[in-house]
């Protein structure tokens, strides 16, 4: 494990309140989350006490309206938030960002008494969130979900399986998406569904490459009967409420990515620089000097990219193809950011004794969460050259 100081991100952000809060983020960095993150992560412990210091500090909610709880952030700010946790701790981040996906629906398409009555909580309440789409044999095809929800009175009764849920398990409360009517995108609804739920229940956690700390199981929904007062949005509305989140979600795995690739880099330079090899530091020689430079060059890139992106977002204009392109590309770039600071530090890099191995093991689930890359690459092409022929 290096000793170094940690390397901040010098940042350029829109306020001087943008400037204190990622201030708090630091702090917060620094004395509860990365000097555990090794041996939390190795022991596969879920950091549940940091994430409710999260939400004491307003940093659960901060890309929502301060009417309920939020932020009142924008996604510039948010998304720099979560590149800061997650450089400390991927399941830190990608827990945020996953939350935050889990409240979107709500937010965004919920009734105003469905706001008032649960978005304060979920947002600043120290509840914890997960988001159901995927199921067994339902991945990148989420439109064929089977999962069901069936009209009983004023409840619906759901049944059905999810699958790689991240806080599967421990979440308190699912944003689910089910089938309510016809084959297809259309006959998909959205539920708020209480963790507590009678009739829920969560498989044994998966056995993961990273992300040991951060739990991802099955759901199973046997009857599990919800209010018609937790429908969110209308009947059929689910899959377009679903891809808007999506496209929000993905900027928040972009943002995740860059943070695991800057602390790669901060790792392989602590090492370049300070160990010597033939009477001087290994930073001396040009073939790891390029290494050095390409992953930087690459980070930098990748940190502009979701930043336009969100700034398209947050002045209310279309961001799906670039947040798309964000996601592709800042996944990518943690993932050879991280073999290459691996290789950097040698035979080092291969032991448990320095980050770089656990950054490596986790930057791959960034190019499979949230839509796979090849997936990314099909929405870029749809943008460009439209839907493909039949």
């Not at 849920?165 to 699912?174: E, N, P, R, V």
């Not at 839509?371 to 022929?389: D, F, K, Y």
């Amino acid at each position: 494990m290096s000793d170094r100081a940690p390397q901040w991100v010098e940042r350029r952000l829109p306020t001087e309140e943008s400037s204190q809060l990622i201030d708090l983020v630091r702090d917060i960095v620094q004395r509860e989350i990365a000097p555990r993150a090794a041996e939390e992560e190795e022991a596969g412990r879920f950091p549940r006490e940091v994430f409710t210091l999260l939400s004491e500090s307003g940093l659960l909610g901060l890309p929502y309206d301060s009417e309920h709880g939020g932020g009142d952030q924008p996604y510039e700010v948010y998304l720099q938030v979560l590149e800061e946790l997650a450089a400390a701790r991927l399941t830190v981040g990608l827990g945020v960002s996953v939350h935050s996906l889990a409240c979107h629906a709500l937010a965004g398409y919920g009734t105003k008494d469905q706001r008032t009555e649960h978005l304060p909580a979920m947002l600043s309440g120290g509840l914890l969130g997960a988001y159901c789409l995927s199921e067994p044999a339902s991945g990148s095809d989420a439109a064929s979900l089977r999962t069901k929800a069936v009209r009983d009175g004023d409840d619906w009764v759901i049944t059905g399986t999810k699958a790689w849920i991240t806080h599967g398990g421990i979440a308190d409360f699912y944003t689910v998406l089910a089938r309510t009517g016809a084959e297809g995108a259309r006959g998909i609804t959205a539920f708020l569904v209480p963790g507590d739920a009678a009739g829920l229940s969560a498989a044994v956690p998966e056995k993961k490459m990273g992300m040991k700390g951060s739990p991802t199981a099955q759901l199973h929904f046997e009857g599990v009967r919800v209010p018609d007062t937790r429908r969110i949005g209308d009947e059929g509305q689910g899959f377009a409420i679903a891809l808007s989140a999506l496209d929000s979600g993905r900027l928040g795995i972009a943002a995740c990515a860059i943070g695991v690739a800057q602390a790669a880099l901060n790792e392989a330079l602590g090492y370049a620089t300070g160990r010597e090899q033939f009477g001087r530091p290994i930073a001396d020689f040009q073939g790891l000097r390029f290494m050095l430079a390409d992953m930087a060059t690459r980070i930098e890139a990748g940190r502009a990219l979701y930043l336009e992106a969100a700034r398209l977002r947050d002045a209310g204009r279309p961001f799906s193809r670039q947040a798309a392109m964000a996601k592709l590309f800042c996944t990518d770039t943690a993932m050879q950011v991280t073999v290459d600071a691996v290789q950097v530090l040698g035979g080092y890099g291969y032991t448990q004794d320095f980050p770089v191995e656990r950054l490596m093991r986790e930057a791959k689930v960034l190019q499979i969460v949230e839509g796979t890359n090849q997936i990314q690459r099909m929405v870029i092409a749809r943008h460009l050259a439209g839907p493909e022929s039949r």
